[in-house]
């Protein structure tokens, strides 16, 4: 069967990077077309250079293995489109209130623990260069097809040169760059076949507020217009409903791996000269720390790889239809992901009730029907070696 094609939106960050790593490493079963950059756990263009760098080790992965026994990498050059560098109405989020500024996040000063700075030279200082000149610097894009337009154009472009409904948009940071797509051309839009949004916390407390979850956060106004691709009144615009997928924190949170996993599938490999496992081993080593005073356990969540893992194995997923909203105005749940848990008669499509239904939360025939990972077929605390050989392939 041909590799099921899709676009990552992403913002890297040191789990994006397990992520995409994860796609490409699967290159019979994903086909990444396009990674589109955006804001997220760091400024639009630092999000940029750190895919820029992962690429690099990715394609020096790629000519170590041709030296060794390890299986190839087979991934084509994806195209790299840098998109929007704030959410689609306010800069709401992440400099509403003073931050201490003296603390960096789990992601380190830029975005993968300071890996930069420690191995200068791989990404060319002019690197923005691939993105806006017309005559770009041979040889800084060996490992990837840079794009000139602004990521959701060259989502549009995508899905209107591909076959309708031929595309899964993944998407691993705030979905800003596919509102604006959408706003910008919904039929062209409306050609994706699925969307998989790694984010919001359905059952579970928030990671970025006690309400919200991080990407959700991250522009609660563009999730809430994805989310209602899925729901019957898209369909009353002509366009169908579109699935969409929420891999949420009630999963992600439980996927982890250890420190101890991590060192026994990274060390070997580095030692037989692995940048991959090199470029792994350092940025998430460095987490582990920081992890642990946060939150008392030393185990990395595996928010972003786990939405490719659902895509590798649909076999193993569960999912649960819900109507699932964002609080796109709360003052303290802004970018919550709120469900009815009333425990209330849900009527059927066309029936009408006897009571007055606040928000149509009871109407068979309103409101999202995002479908939230429930289950992944294991125990989720087994997932770490599991990630790393697929990653790995050993
Ligand atoms: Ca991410």
């Known amino acids: 069967m041909a590799p099921q094609k899709i676009i ?16 490409l490493s699967n290159a019979e079963a994903l086909e990444v077309l396009l990674l589109a950059t955006t804001q997220g756990n760091i400024d639009v263009n630092a999000c940029t250079k750190n895919l820029v760098l992962l690429m690099n080790v990715l394609q020096q992965e790629k000519e170590a293995r041709e030296r060794s026994n390890l299986p190839k990498l087979t991934f084509q050059k994806p195209i790299i489109a840098i998109g929007a560098d704030k959410p689609i109405i306010k800069t709401h989020g992440h400099g509403e209130f003073e931050e201490d500024d003296e603390l960096e996040g789990y ?7 300071g890996f930069h700075s420690r191995n200068p030279g791989l990404v060319a200082d002019d690197f923005l260069l691939d993105f806006t ?9 060996k490992a ?15 899905l209107r040169d591909n076959e309708p409904k031929s595309i899964i948009i993944v998407a691993l940071g705030p979905c800003t760059n596919l509102a604006l797509a959408l706003a910008k051309d919904p039929e062209t839009f409306n050609r994706v076949s699925k969307i998989i949004i790694m984010g919001g916390a359905v059952r579970h407390a928030g990671n970025m507020t006690p309400a919200a979850e ?18 019957p009144s898209n369909d009353r615009k002509g ?20 420190l101890e996993t991590l060192k026994e599938f990274t060390d070997p490999l580095i030692a037989s000269g692995s940048p991959l496992a090199r470029l792994l081993n350092d940025v998430f080593s460095r987490s582990f720390d920081k992890i642990a005073s946060h939150s008392g356990k030393a185990l990395a969540q595996c928010h972003d790889p786990l ?7 649909p076999e193993l997923m569960s999912w649960e239809s819900l109507d699932v909203r964002v609080e796109t105005n709360g003052i303290w749940t802004r970018g919550q992901t709120l469900i009815d848990t009333r425990n209330l008669p ?13 928000g149509n939360w009871l109407h068979g025939d309103t409101g999202n029907q995002v479908d939230v990972l429930v289950g992944t077929g294991d125990e989720p605390s087994a997932f770490g070696p599991k990630l790393f050989k697929e990653i790995f392939r050993p």
């Open 8 to 23: 990552i939106d992403t913002d890297p960050g040191i789990d994006d990077v397990l992520a995409i790593s994860l796609a």
């Open 107 to 113: 992601h380190g000063v830029d975005g993968l623990n």
């Open 133 to 141: 000149s017309e005559d770009r610097p041979e040889g800084n894009t």
């Open 144 to 158: 990837y097809i840079p794009s000139r337009l602004p990521a959701h154009d060259e989502i549009l472009r995508q």
């Open 214 to 231: 991080f990407n959700i956060y991250g522009d609660p106004d563009a999730a809430e217009r994805i989310f209602n691709l899925s729901s």
């Open 239 to 258: 366009y169908g409903r579109v699935p969409v997928g929420l891999v949420p924190l009630d999963q992600t949170n439980y996927h982890t791996f250890s």
């Open 307 to 313: 939405t490719i893992y659902a895509l590798l194995h």
């Open 346 to 358: 849900r009527w059927k499509p066309g029936e009408k009730g006897k009571v007055r239904d606040n």
